[in-house]
């Protein structure tokens, strides 16, 4: 299943019964001097589930990350599974208390308007979806910062 999630576009897609809908996919464009970048979305399910992993063939490694202050400092950690609510929009977006894909190492230039294909693999019901999407490439500041770190 592909869907084209882009800044304007809604996709909604039914694997085996179970519906996703994902809009405003997005890859920023790394910082100069750095590999690794971010990518965030709108995700909504029709019943519980849970997004447990990502990939493109872009970067070398995606995971599923957020973002925590602890007093004076923001740091980000990976997480094992991201929760989707039935019904309800789950954003993935850079900023303190979210959570957002890191793309690691990324293996080719990105310019904004170009289109990375990645893949969502969602848990629900016991079964493993898996959910195709090209994510249009926006400018860095496209999203609220995020510290950057190239061995994180």
């Known amino acids: ?16 019964g179970f519906d ?15 590999t690794n970048t971010v990518a965030g979305m709108t995700i909504r399910v029709d019943r519980a589930a849970e997004l447990i992993a990502a990939s ?10 957020t ?8 740091s980000m950690a ?19 208390g979210r959570q957002f894909l890191m793309l ?12 990375v294909p990645m893949t969502l693999r969602i848990r629900s019901g016991g079964q493993i979806h898996s959910v195709a999407l090209k994510a249009r490439v926006v ?3 496209s999203y609220s910062p995020v510290p950057e770190d190239d061995e994180h």
């Open 1 to 16: 299943m592909l869907l084209m999630a882009g800044a304007a576009q809604a996709s909604i897609a039914s694997t085996s």
């Open 20 to 34: 996703v809908r994902v809009t405003d996919a997005s890859v920023r464009i790394p910082k100069a001097g750095f």
């Open 56 to 65: 493109t063939p872009y970067a070398a490694r995606t995971d599923l990350q």
């Open 67 to 74: 973002i925590r202050r602890g007093g004076d400092e923001v």
């Open 78 to 96: 990976p997480v094992p599974s991201i929760p989707l609510a039935p019904g309800a929009d789950t954003l993935l977006r850079t900023g303190e």
């Open 104 to 115: 690691h190492r990324m293996k080719r230039s990105l310019r904004p308007g170009d289109v």
């Open 139 to 141: 400018a860095p500041r």
